[in-house]
Nanobody, 117 residues
Framework: QVRLVESGGGLVQAGGSLRLSCAASGSIFSRNTMGWYRQAPGKQRDLVAS???????TYADSVKGRFTISRDNAKNTVSLQMNSLKPEDTAVYYC???????????WGQGTQVTVSS
């Protein structure tokens, strides 16, 4: 079992910045992918950004150039630096931990990000 604890989020004006962090604990495997998904009201949960334990990153087209994902393997943490935020970035952001060997996903409780215009 893996437990994910998120921090960060909140209310910011358009053009502002926020930083989300997530710490994983429990049955941590060296080969994994950590990332962030978001879900706006009435919409599906979509990938924002992910990073493998080897450092390979993936970004949604809508956040490329504005968001940066990073991780600390020693501390089992992942962070998402969000710059130039837009109202359409408003959503609940969920931390995700994925282990390919058993195709298993774990989720954080979610943190609200609200961008006002």
């Amino acid at each position: 079992q893996v437990r994910l604890v998120e921090s960060g989020g909140g209310l910011v004006q358009a053009g502002g910045s926020l930083r989300l962090s997530c710490a994983a604990s429990g049955s941590i495997f060296s080969r994994n992918t950590m990332g962030w998904y978001r879900q706006a009201p009435g919409k599906q949960r979509d990938l924002v950004a992910s990073i493998t334990s080897g450092g390979t990153t993936t970004y949604a087209d809508s956040v490329k150039g504005r968001f940066t994902i990073s991780r600390d393997n020693a501390k089992n943490t992942v962070s998402l630096q969000m710059n130039s935020l837009k109202p359409e970035d408003t959503a609940v952001y969920y931390c995700n931990y994925y282990t390919p060997w058993n195709d298993r996903d774990y989720w954080g409780q979610g943190t609200q990000v609200t961008v006002s215009s």
